[in-house]
């Protein structure tokens, strides 16, 4: 029989077990961090309907997006969370309660190129608050404040949110003449951080035909240092820059109070987004250390999430981290932190000989029904290479039972790391296993 040499596609991520325990604790505090806030967990299908995926298609979506016959169905792969997410909302829509706040981690797929850090099937974490008719701006006040609590858990410091208000930006366009253009505008502005002022002034001046005065304004009210002083000095040239403004001053002065600290956010009128459906407030996150690897958490306020499903106005605000993306710079910048227990139980019960194996599993079943991830050892196999399997798997504790043991009805439990050891009943042994394993670690050395 012929042999297939095994390889992964080019875009896919597979993880060996200790990474992959890596993973597990960044998606346990994205998880907790979005339940402190009252989100409640969702999930919806990987395969959908094609018309479904792509009522709002069309360019590169329709390129990108993983899309195959199964007899007569028409179906592809969902491509964000935020699709789906107006599928599930429309559909369900008698049955929730508004506003609706959920959060959804799950693995998506794009066909793009596959390069550094850009992956063909990755996990996105989504929140998201939807509204019925109406969505007050102070939940967009709560997004900045959910991204630092999660990076702050995963103990990532040296972050910041930047935000805008995409009325802010209409505002500015509709004030220097250009606001039938505002969509190639925005893309243009959007294109700041990758290819610099002076190209986007070219194509501000030349492809769109903006006034070179005016654009040479713009670029100045963009790249001012006291970007609200400016604004402020705007006030009262166009209602929706008006309103754009006082959303800005809405959002940010919930801040302290929601425990967001100063040096974590700043105002930067050049975040754009360039979806074309966000209507309010805008964020990205950069990681400060490493401004080449671009947003790592991004999104916004939108004002009809469900309209190609619905006749129902569903307005919300949501922000999406890429985790595949982040957990990937993490690693090769050397940042997952080696003191996560990526073992795949706590204790490693090690039966000495066939005659206590009995007493053994009955220790073990203790250790379980207290909690403890636990593991029987049974392969007849020499005492060194027993220990030296939980050394390879970095199992922090061996429970072991020997003739004596088990006629005194206890267990030996051996601490791997100290190599301190103790004879007591398994019920003690799990107590302290896990007051040992309770010791919070955070998923990052600290950036």
């Known amino acids: 029989m012929n042999k297939i040499t095994p390889r992964t596609l080019s875009g896919f991520m597979e993880l060996l077990p200790p990474r992959q325990a890596q993973m597990r604790a960044v998606m346990k505090v994205l ?112 997004m900045p404040a959910i991204i630092c609590d999660v990076f702050r858990r995963l103990g990532i410091e040296r972050f910041r949110i930047r935000m805008n208000n995409r009325k802010v930006l209409n505002g500015l366009f509709a004030y220097l003449g250009v606001g039938e253009s505002a969509s190639a505008v925005m893309t243009a502005i959007d294109k700041l951080d990758k290819i610099g002022p002076e190209k986007v002034t070219a194509i501000l001046t030349g492809d769109i035909g903006m006034d070179p005065a005016k654009a040479a304004e713009l670029m100045d009210i963009l790249a001012s240092g006291d970007p609200m002083g400016t604004l402020d000095s705007l006030a009262g040239r166009c209602e929706a820059l008006d309103e754009g403004i006082a959303e800005l001053k809405t959002v940010t002065g919930l801040l302290p109070g929601l425990g967001v600290p100063d040096d974590k956010w700043e105002i930067d009128l050049t975040i754009a987004r360039g979806l074309d459906y966000y209507t309010g407030t805008v964020y990205e996150t950069m990681l400060l250390d490493h401004p080449e690897v671009g947003s790592v958490c991004s999104g916004g306020r939108y004002d009809d999430l469900a309209g190609y499903y619905t006749d129902k106005k569903l307005p919300g605000v949501g922000v999406s981290i890429g985790v595949t993306r982040l957990f990937y710079i993490l690693q090769e910048q050397g940042l997952l932190s080696d003191e996560i227990n990526t073992a795949p139980c706590d204790a490693l019960v090690i039966p000495m000989g066939d005659d206590v194996l009995g007493f053994a599993v009955e220790s073990a079943t203790v250790l379980r029904s207290a909690g403890v991830r636990t593991q029987v050892y049974t392969e007849k196999k020499k005492v060194k290479a027993k220990f030296a399997y939980a050394d390879k798997l970095a199992i922090p504790f061996a429970v072991v039972v020997g003739s004596d043991e088990a006629a005194e009805g206890l267990v030996s439990l051996k601490n791997l790391a100290t190599g301190e050891q103790t004879k007591l009943p398994a019920a003690e042994a799990a107590e302290a296993i896990k007051a040992a394993a309770n010791k919070a670690v955070k998923p990052v050395k600290g950036i």
């Open 31 to 142: 998880r907790e961090t979005y339940a402190l806030y009252g989100f409640t967990p969702i999930d919806t299908p990987v395969i959908e309907a094609a018309e479904v995926l792509l009522a709002k298609g069309g360019g590169e979506t329709e390129k990108q997006i993983y899309r195959f016959q199964k007899g007569d169905s028409d179906l592809a792969l969902r491509f964000d969370l935020t699709v789906p997410l107006a599928k599930y909302v429309a559909m369900n829509y008698g049955q929730l309660t508004f506003p609706f706040r959920r959060y959804q981690i799950g693995k998506v797929y794009r066909g793009e190129r596959a390069q550094r850090g850009r992956f063909r099937e990755f996990y996105q974490a989504d929140i998201d608050v939807i509204g019925d008719g109406s969505l007050d701006v102070a939940n967009e006040a709560e």
